[in-house]
């Protein structure tokens, strides 16, 4: 159940966690949607707005361009007969060059007679527009057909695409080349006659106004002036985008109908505006558009598509950007709650044991509190009887035991007070584990001397000779610290019982303390010293090396030491030789492990 | 007019050896046995087996176990102490246990001294022979002059 728990308990945090994740992505999809959108938006705009302003310009120039020809038509019916000269100067007044750039010819047709206009006059006069002189257009259907609506309507009419000779441009090898463009017609009449319905006007005219539009040129001034280079044009005379009717591509690539073929229509007439599919084969971000422009009643279709360099005028990596980065945030963010997630799910996991554990501890230190009550109170109680009434019978009956009987009854005193020593020292051991700790300064030197001043008092017959090192204070529980002084100068004690003149000291290693980084404190005495052999031996409950009968001692102190030492983070460890004294080493906090081939220190066995 | 011993221990043992203790010191005070803490209560108030006793004669000194049947000994020290007519009776807590605890709770709940039997008997002679001094002899206590 608790494991079922705790999945369940895993996976609402975990929830929460992809939850994050989940509404992170939606707004990152959403940011770079709005911004997609946003950059797509601003860059039709910009795209609408070169569309309609090209449109414009061309409009206007064409108009310009064709507006000079009624000029030409004012020459005629202000005198009677226009000459070659009057022509020439005309033209040359209008400064072709500088502010019609791109008309190829001015000309004028007359009317030599029913179906014949000869051009008679072609300005300027250059290589390309001297052979036209005595050319006659009204022989080319197309011119024809133009020629008579022109006539009927007595407006400009225009021819649909032609080619025409113009000037090679400057390091061209040939002299002349053929260009494509439109012929421009404007009917003259004579003067005086009527002209108000259309067979007045066939019977009036007189002539031509002629304009060759090469339209590579004219249109190549406009697009020159303001034009946004990155988008590409082209001008098709009818609505049809095919090759046949292109009149003008601003970089020689018919994009019109590869859209077309791309987008599957097989080059049919495009609405006024046809958008084009954003996004080409390539994923290039594109737009298209193809728009119709009325040039003097006849239909041309613009078409604008954007190239490459289009986009670097908009932030189009903009989107992009936004959701690689949204998506790197959307991670981060999922990464940091679940570590968060789970940091807590440990924490609680591991509060939830430490709290198991802390209750049971508390259960088992209650426990040891009975038992070490009832061994204290119940033990005891029987060992009083054994001695108690061991003594009485000594006492009371002494007349009916002999010297053995009574040595036997001695042996039980004392092995009955021995007993009460044991649980004594249990106890003391036991309640060394249990106390809880309780650091602050410890005086260690005067702590020696008070306890060295106790063993002197306890035994006044002996001489002892104490030495004891100065100024040495540790951070320590000085309750167990008394304890564990108490115990190993007891020991030192003890063992030189035998000694003529004992000599004890305390003090603190140096070179030890150096070598483990941590003060190394040390208790030497001159006494019976152990065999190294059973040095690890020495810290276990009720090991002794010497026979009771040699010293006395219940085998607990050093194993209380040692407890006291490892509460305090610290180890304990001895050298000694047999009948040349022993040192006890000990530290109150973990340091460096000393190696004891180098320090010829043997170690207390490894704390498990 | 001899001055009372009240004794409380359920131990018979240990009862027959502080009574021999107690001879061996000299000291002859009449001593009242009470085997569990209910039967020392009784002896106090005049209840239960004890009804109808004199209350005007109450013990020099208390000797109290900690560890009995029925009623504790702090619970019987407590009760004493709650009680006028016996709350500045002198009492010594005589026990088996040196526990930090013990010794806290008995002074806490008023003891008047605390002895841990020892069990070396030519110590615990020594120990009675010294409450004996102490608690008959040099003590004076408040109502019982004179």
């Known amino acids: 159940m608790r494991l079922l728990g705790s999945v369940m308990e895993h996976l609402r945090h975990a929830v929460l966690a992809y939850a994050v994740l989940l509404v992170a992505l939606v707004l990152t999809l959403l940011a770079s949607y709005y911004v997609r959108e946003n950059v797509e938006a601003s860059a039709r705009v910009r795209f609408e707005d070169t569309v309609q302003t090209s449109q414009e310009a061309i409009g206007r120039r064409l108009a310009r361009y064709i507006n000079v020809m009624f000029g030409a038509r004012g020459l005629f019916s202000a005198s009677s007969e226009v000459t070659e000269e009057e022509w020439r100067g005309f033209v040359n007044s209008l400064d072709l060059q500088e502010r019609y750039e791109g008309i190829q010819m001015m000309g004028y047709a007359r009317a030599e007679g029913p179906g014949s206009y000869p051009i008679t006059y072609a300005e300027p006069m250059d290589r390309a527009n001297r052979g036209l002189v005595g050319y006659d257009p009204y022989l080319m259907a197309a011119d024809r057909a133009t020629m008579d609506r022109a006539r009927d309507t007595g407006e400009v009419e225009l021819t649909g695409k032609t080619f025409m000779l113009t000037e090679a441009p400057r390091g061209s090898l040939s002299d002349l080349v053929l260009q494509k463009g439109v012929i421009a017609y404007l009917p003259i009449y004579r003067k005086g006659e009527p002209r108000g319905s259309v067979a007045e006007r066939r019977r009036a005219l007189e002539g031509y106004v002629v304009s060759y539009l090469p339209t590579d040129r004219v249109l190549e001034g406009i697009l020159n002036e303001s034009y946004d280079s990155s988008v590409d044009i082209e001008v098709y005379d009818g609505a049809g985008l095919t090759p046949k009717n292109l009149l003008y591509d601003e970089d020689g690539i018919q994009r019109a109908s590869e859209a077309q073929a791309s987008s599957g229509s097989s080059g049919g007439t495009f609405a006024e505006v046809t958008e084009l599919p954003a996004g080409r084969p390539d994923g290039r971000f594109s737009l298209g558009n193809s728009v119709p422009l009325d040039v003097e009643g006849r239909e041309w279709s613009l078409y604008f598509e954007t190239l490459p360099g289009f986009e670097r005028g908009e932030n189009t990596r903009l989107p992009l950007f936004v959701l690689l980065s949204g998506l790197g945030v959307s991670l981060l963010l999922f990464g940091v709650t679940y570590m968060l997630v789970r940091a807590r799910l440990l924490a609680e996991e591991a509060g939830a044991g430490l709290e198991e554990a802390n209750r049971e501890l508390e259960v088992t230190n209650r426990e040891l509190e009975a038992f070490s009550y009832s061994v204290s109170h119940d033990l005891r109680a029987p060992l009083r009887s054994i001695d108690g009434f061991s003594q009485i019978l000594l006492e009371d009956y002494a ?19 021995r007993m009460g020593r044991l649980i004594d020292d249990l106890l003391g051991l036991s ?19 008070e306890v060295a001043d106790g063993l002197r008092e306890s035994r006044p017959d002996r001489a002892v000779e104490f030495e004891i090192e100065d100024g040495i204070e540790v951070h320590g529980d000085p309750r167990l610290i008394r304890v564990a002084l108490t115990n190993l100068l007891g020991n030192a004690f003890k063992f030189t ?28 005495d001159n006494g019976a010293g152990f065999d190294m052999e059973y040095a690890d031996k020495l810290f276990g409950a009720f090991q002794r090396l010497h026979g009771a009968s040699e010293f006395e001692g219940t085998g607990i102190g050093l194993a209380t030491v040692q407890r006291i030492v490892r509460r305090h983070g610290g180890r304990v460890w001895a050298e000694g030789r047999v009948g040349d004294g022993a040192t006890f080493y000990f530290t109150l906090r973990s340091g460096l492990q000393i190696d004891p081939s180098r320090t010829q220190v043997r170690e207390e066995a490894e704390a498990r | 007019m001899s001055k009372i011993i009240l004794l409380v221990e359920d131990n018979p043992d240990d009862e027959f050896l502080t009574r021999r203790a107690l001879k061996k010191n000299n000291i002859g005070n009449e001593v009242v046995v009470a085997h569990d803490g209910t039967e020392a209560l009784d002896y106090l108030f005049g209840t239960g087996a004890y009804e109808g006793r004199d209350l005007s004669v109450m013990p020099q000194v208390i000797l109290l176990d900690l560890k009995l049947p029925k009623i504790d000994g702090l619970e019987v020290l407590k009760r004493l102490r709650g009680d006028e007519r016996t709350s500045l009776l002198p009492v010594v807590i005589l026990t088996s246990s040196k526990e930090q605890q013990d010794l806290v709770d008995g002074y806490g709940y008023g003891a008047n001294s605390y002895i841990r039997k020892p069990v070396d008997f030519a110590q615990f002679v020594e120990a009675v022979r010294q409450l004996g001094l102490y608690w008959l002899v040099l003590n004076e206590t408040p109502g019982q002059g004179g």
Do not use: M, N, P, W
Not at chain 1, 401 to 415: C, F, M, N, P
Not at chain 1, 431 to 449: C, G, M, N, P
């Open chain 1, 431 to 449: 309640r060394v584990t249990r106390a809880a700790l309780r650091r602050e300064q410890v005086d260690l030197s005067s702590l020696a001397h």
């Open chain 1, 399 to 417: 007349d009916e035991l002999d010297e053995e009987g009574k040595d036997y009854l001695g042996r039980v005193r004392a092995a009955s007070q």
């Open chain 1, 497 to 524: 019982e035998k000694e003529e003149r004992a000599r004890i000291s305390f003090g603190e290693d140096r070179r030890l303390s150096h070598l483990g980084r941590v003060a190394v404190y040390y208790v030497r």
